[in-house]
């Protein structure tokens, strides 16, 4: 079906609308779906340590900078008043909270356009979550999760105007992102390691008797015994 996607954890995007503006919402949201798959730290059973943890509320952050920046809101309302809660890694705001403004003038009607990423897994940068090799279901959340804001951007009715998002679905895409940094409370750092002390059974070598190295010749132990025996024997 044409503009649409049913697909791994992309399942139910709509590729194909209107809103232009809605691409400047997905850009950071892309931005934190590629860091997520290329991060190392989600390969570790143990977990993240606070790095890890600060950068992801930094990105999340950058992802409401731009749902903000693309709210059409004709009564100048203070967003604070609504969602009191909005995301800042520093916990403190000092720019404008005004969007984009273009109400001045009727804008001419834009056609449909597709988004300029490939969300079908063919892009290596966003895969498919089937294909990743997280060690830890921390990883598997927050990739899930960066999906999840990608999707609901696509869904959300403002998708059909010529650009910018009403209030109400700024807000559903506000408690999408609140979800996201509420993960990465509860889930990352290094109050949330855990200690791991054993190898995978997966990790253990298999089929390769010691020295488990190509370039070495294979010691066998027992043929050597047996010719030791042998030779004390003939003595």
Known sequence: MPGYLAIGQFTGMITQFRNYTIHLGLQPVVTLIHETAGNDEFRSRVGTDDST?????????????????ITWNPDNKDLRSVAPGIIDPNKQQTESLRPINLDGIQMSSTP??????????????????????????????????????????????????SHMITV????????MMQTFRDLCDRLLGEDNQIDVAQPLATDEPSN????????????????????IV???VNR
């Not at 010691?210 to 010719?227: C, F, G, V």
Request: net charge positive; proline share 5%; hydrophobic share 35%.
């Open 53 to 69: 943890k600060q950068h992801f509320i930094q990105l999340i952050a950058a992802c409401d900078k731009s749902r903000r920046l």
């Open 112 to 161: 449909e356009i597709e988004l300029p990423w490939r969300f079908d897994g063919t892009d290596p940068n966003i895969p498919l979550a089937s294909t990743l090799r997280f060690r830890n279901g921390i990883g598997g959340m927050i990739y899930m999760a960066a999906c999840a804001i990608a999707v609901a951007y696509t869904r959300l009715e403002s998708r059909n105007r």
């Open 168 to 175: 109400n679905d700024s807000l559903r895409m506000y408690s």
């Open 208 to 227: 390769s008797p010691l020295p488990n190295r190509m370039s070495e010749t294979e010691i066998k132990i027992a043929s050597s015994l047996q010719n």
């Open 230 to 232: 042998g030779t004390q």
